[in-house]
């Protein structure tokens, strides 16, 4: 009798432990999916699903353009391959011969959510990933009429987009407005 007596009161301490290892993970699902929600991740999403407007886009952005106009012209997502911008964001210490100033993770994860939203991938899969404006298709294609003299830098840009200071690379000077 006192045998089974033991035996029961182990059991009743293992359910104790149980019960309240049960009860630390609900818990800590429950306060991860609060999380979740309040951030407003979902896994379910596909990039496609993912709206290009939402607040993490728009923020890396701002980030985006505060952080590229300290030292040059901050050139749109557009103009070169996800790739490039990519190999950018991983190396900030190496960037053109120089380091990114203040670049810390959330700056680079937000800026990369920009990045990947508004650029694409490589036309030719094994193309050489273009390091330089004027390596890179995307570019070209953005600039069918227009024959460049010299090497291709963010400065070239400011002749023929006027709109730059506001981040406006539609908006062209006179002499394209009514260009063929």
């Known amino acids: 009798m006192f045998k089974i007596a033991r035996l029961f009161r182990f059991k009743r301490s293992n359910l104790l432990y149980l019960v309240i290892s049960l009860a630390i993970l609900l818990w800590c699902m429950s306060v ?10 979902n896994p379910t999403h596909t990039l496609a699903q993912l709206d290009p407007n939402r607040p993490t886009v728009e923020a890396g952005k701002e980030l985006y353009v505060s952080t590229c106009a300290g030292c040059h012209v901050p050139i749109p997502a557009e ?6 911008w990519q190999q950018l964001l991983e190396n900030p210490q190496k960037h053109y011969g120089t380091s990114v100033p ?8 937000l800026i990369w959510d920009y990045l990947k939203t508004n650029s694409r991938p490589i036309l030719l899969k094994g193309s050489p990933i ?4 004027e390596q890179s298709q995307y570019f070209t294609i953005l600039h069918p009429r227009v024959e460049f003299n ?7 840009c400011i002749g023929c987009h006027p709109g730059i200071p506001d981040f406006n690379y539609r908006t062209l000077s006179s002499q394209w407005e009514d260009a063929p």
């Open 32 to 41: 991860g999916w609060a999380f979740n929600r309040a951030l407003g991740a």
């Open 102 to 109: 203040n670049m810390i993770r959330l700056t680079q994860v």
């Open 130 to 133: 273009p390091y330089y404006i």
């Open 150 to 156: 010299e090497s291709i830098t963010a400065k070239t």
């Open 79 to 84: 103009v070169l391959p996800t790739e490039t």
